[in-house]
């Protein structure tokens, strides 16, 4: 599922007699630039066929499935995976109390504040771990549910998909507990972020030890607010992100607002000749490697496209956001830059506070775009672009990096060296012209003011050499 406005592709699956029909997976939008494997598992106890659907979302985008198969038993997924659809995978609650994480899909009618759909397979029907913070639980009141042994390596990164909403939601922390019991923790993220799911990664610590991860809620001073995990991966890859992106391998947990924009940021690479596919080069290699941009050439004047990042933790000394961007066509449009948290967000701001903005034609360069910010509690960002009145041009973006401290400065571009020495070359002579052209100048008032002080002169040494003799005088009449 690879475009701008790419649509929406279903699973369903239909009872033969009634006709009628479920569905158990789903996806929207762009989904990257490659083939994807997906697993449903279904539970069948009459006769019922599958259905596949596609609807088209615009004017740019292609879906494409191969591969189809149906297999007995319930689906393979690798040890490192559980994405909580056909069971808990081995995940056990640290205590058999009452209190505690339990599996659910969103079709269970719980509190408002749950997820209405799982992160697998977007619908009602898929399954999640979920904690709530309802009336009869104490603030501060902590459950902890627990994964089978993984074994240790080097470079391993934990991944998940989380979801944290609703008026006094508390706090996930996510630990690796080795095999002697100690415990590390990876990643903390507390309150109101939004009523979507979204990713967070982590890198493990090597102790030379197998481990468990343990994911731990605890309750807020709200009763409203609520806790999901879902699709957790323990990965033998490094982590990517989120201080420092360069999109050569994936988002980095940077992703697309489906809900609230009109078109999607897309993955692509360099070294492109069609039309309206981003920069020819990228700012990581300035060759073919990868960025993020927008298709200029799809849809209608005002479109918006959102681009949303993970939860970045605050910091003490304030922080550097540092981006590069492209924005290379006639009336191409503008890009700007929010900012926001839980605070922010709670007041109705969902993209947050404007910190930067650039509107039209910037050149086929890659420009450095900076935002300092001095954030006392958790905090994410926004890239909006809204498409201008051409259908032509690139806007991109590459090598997002977030540093403590205040911004540094930096060179404002890094266009092509001949690039540069055109322009040095083309400064300098024109510095030559403009000196010739003063000299010129200069001269000829020179000359001028010269020959007018010779013309005065003749004038004044003339009127000494008359004599009065010869000065006709006049007597004036009364």
Same mark, same amino acid.
């Given at each position: ?22 569905? =158990? ?27 596949? &659907? ?24 690798? &040890? ?11 995940w056990t609650q640290e205590n058999d109390e009452e ?42 009141? *902590? ?10 390596? *080097? ?23 080795? @095999? ?18 979204? @990713? ?48 050569? +391998? ?43 941009? =927008? ?20 910091? @003490? ?40 903005? &650039? ?5 086929? +360069? ?43 400065p930096q060179p404002p571009t890094t266009g092509d ?25 200069? +001269?000829?008032?020179?000359?001028? *003011? ?18 009065f003799d010869e000065c006709d005088l006049q007597d *004036?009449?009364?």
């Amino acid at each position: 599922m690879f475009g701008a406005t790419v649509g929406t592709l279903k699973l369903l699956r239909q009872n033969i007699g009634s006709r009628d029909s479920e569905l =158990v997976w789903q996806r929207a939008g762009f989904q990257g630039n490659e083939w994807q494997m997906v697993q449903v598992h279904v539970t069948l106890q009459e006769v019922q066929q599958i259905l596949i &659907e596609a609807s088209v979302g615009g004017e740019a985008g292609d879906i494409a499935i191969d591969d189809l198969s149906f297999t007995e038993g319930a689906c393979i997924l690798p &040890e490192e995976f559980c994405d909580f659809e056909g069971a808990m995978c081995g995940w056990t609650q640290e205590n058999d109390e009452e209190f505690g994480w339990i599996w659910v899909s969103g079709n269970d009618a719980i509190i408002s504040s749950k997820p209405s759909v799982d992160h697998t397979t977007n619908t009602g029907s898929g399954h999640y771990i979920y904690m709530s913070s309802g009336s009869a639980h104490m603030p501060g009141q *902590s459950a902890r549910i627990i994964s089978p042994l993984f074994t240790t390596g *080097s470079d391993q990164c934990v991944h998940l998909w989380y979801y944290m909403s609703g008026l006094g939601t508390g706090t996930m922390n996510v630990y690796q507990q080795t @095999s002697d019991g100690a415990l590390y923790l990876l990643l903390s993220q507390s309150g109101e972020q939004g009523q979507w799911w979204r @990713s967070a990664q982590a890198p493990l610590a090597q102790t030379g030890r197998d481990y468990r991860i343990v994911v731990e809620g605890i309750v807020g001073q709200g009763d409203q607010g609520s806790i999901a995990v879902d699709d957790v991966l323990v990965s033998p890859v490094s982590c990517t992100g989120p201080s420092h992106c360069d999109f050569e +391998v994936d988002m980095c947990s940077w992703s697309n607002l489906i809900e609230e924009d009109d078109t999607d940021w897309l993955r692509n690479k360099g070294n492109s000749s069609a039309p309206s596919t981003g920069p020819s080069t990228d700012h990581t290699t300035s060759s073919s490697g990868h960025y993020v941009y =927008v298709d200029s050439s799809v849809g209608r004047w005002g479109d918006r496209a959102l681009l949303l990042s993970t939860i970045l933790p605050s910091g @003490s000394r304030g922080q550097c956001f540092t981006f590069w961007y492209q924005m290379f066509g006639h009336r191409v449009g503008t890009l700007r830059l929010y900012i926001n948290n839980r605070t922010i967000y709670s007041t109705g701001e969902k993209l947050g506070l404007l910190m930067w903005t &650039e509107s039209g034609n910037q050149g086929d +360069v890659w420009w450095r775009g900076q935002v300092h910010t001095d954030q006392k509690e958790q905090f994410w960002f926004v890239f909006e672009y809204q498409k201008g009145a051409e259908s032509s041009g690139d806007v991109a973006i590459d090598d997002v990096l977030i540093t403590q401290g205040a911004c540094d400065p930096q060179p404002p571009t890094t266009g092509d060296q001949n690039d540069a020495v055109a322009v040095g070359v083309g400064v300098s002579v024109l510095v030559l012209v403009m000196a010739v052209v003063g000299t010129v100048l200069y +001269v000829k008032r020179r000359r001028h *003011s010269n020959r007018g002080s010779l013309v005065e002169n003749d004038m004044l040494d003339g009127n000494f050499n008359l004599g009065f003799d010869e000065c006709d005088l006049q007597d *004036s009449e009364s």
